[in-house]
């Protein structure tokens, strides 16, 4: 089965004798430094609702710790979302659960959960959640699209094989990101990018509807929704085994997602009426 698209160069940047470092890491780096400054200047163009003219814009120190606070969330959910996928091998092995050094983290449950700690810790520290919330809706499909155009660089997230004329095969000795590089396969990273960038352009675009206008994480509920019906979409090209008819685990969980998003987002379309009908009660408005 021959690779229309052969792929061959080093994975790996030598800086010294003793010192090497993936080009993929060092290009997701870039994305997730160009999502992080991408939120703060959104961040600061995002109004709050007050008496202020002209209304501030979102603090960066805020977004900083709420980062820090969502790193703890991701990796337990990243690693709760791979224990489930492999769920008969963490059945007989349970002592490799927390062993980090054996598989590896997916994306599904680490997005909401690092999502979710991140915006407790806003909480606490008296930030506005939910304008941040509506700053981070395209800096997070952005550092989630462009994340995985990085696997790219590494063969990370390589489907099944496939004899398409785009399939792609890895030559060299890596090492890859993916089992069997060589083999022609679906490039399910770079289905998932372009998935994404879809995903990107509808919210840019709902951003004129009220209801994810209005700051008050309605945005990135969307953005999360979207995210994860593109993710249960391009999994079918995934070689992740299946654990119910031809859905696979991450899949399943994609689903949850999404249901979550579409309940916030209908709470969030039933209370604009309320607060609307509301008289103004001073500043605490400016808080969400």
């Known amino acids: 089965m021959p690779a229309v698209i052969s792929l061959s160069f080093d994975p790996v940047l030598v800086l010294s004798e003793t010192a090497s470092v993936r080009v993929e890491t060092i290009a997701l780096a870039v994305v997730l430094f160009g999502g992080l400054a991408l939120a703060m200047r959104i961040g600061s163009v995002t109004p709050g609702v007050g008496p202020y003219v002209p209304p501030p814009g979102l603090a960066p120190s805020d977004l900083v710790l709420m980062v820090l606070a969502g790193v703890p969330g991701a990796i337990v959910g990243g690693r709760l979302g791979y224990v489930l996928a492999h769920l008969d091998f963490y059945r007989a092995n349970p002592d490799a659960i927390l062993d980090l050094s054996q598989g590896a983290l997916t994306l599904t449950l680490a997005v909401p959960l690092g999502l979710l700690t991140g915006g407790l810790i806003g909480r606490v520290i008296g930030a506005p959640v939910g304008r941040w919330m509506h700053a981070a809706a395209l800096p997070l499909l952005f550092v989630l699209g462009a994340g995985k155009l990085v696997g790219v660089l590494g063969a990370t997230g390589q489907g099944l094989p496939s004899d398409l ?75 992740d085994p299946a654990v119910a008819g031809p859905v696979r685990m991450e899949q399943l969980l994609a689903i949850g997602i999404t249901v979550i998003a579409v309940v916030g987002l209908a709470q969030r379309a039933r209370a604009a009426p309320r607060s609307a009908a509301r008289p103004p009660r001073g500043l605490d408005a400016a808080s969400v």
């Open 165 to 239: 004329p785009w399939a792609t095969a890895y030559e060299g000795p890596g090492p890859w990101g993916s089992l069997a590089p060589e083999l022609p396969s679906h490039p399910a990273q770079v289905y998932e990018a372009i998935a994404v960038g879809a995903a990107t352009v509808i919210v840019a675009l709902a951003s004129r509807l009220e209801l994810v206008a209005r700051r008050d994480g309605a945005a990135l509920l969307l953005a999360l929704g979207l995210w994860a019906v593109a993710r249960f979409a391009i999994a079918f090209t995934w070689r």
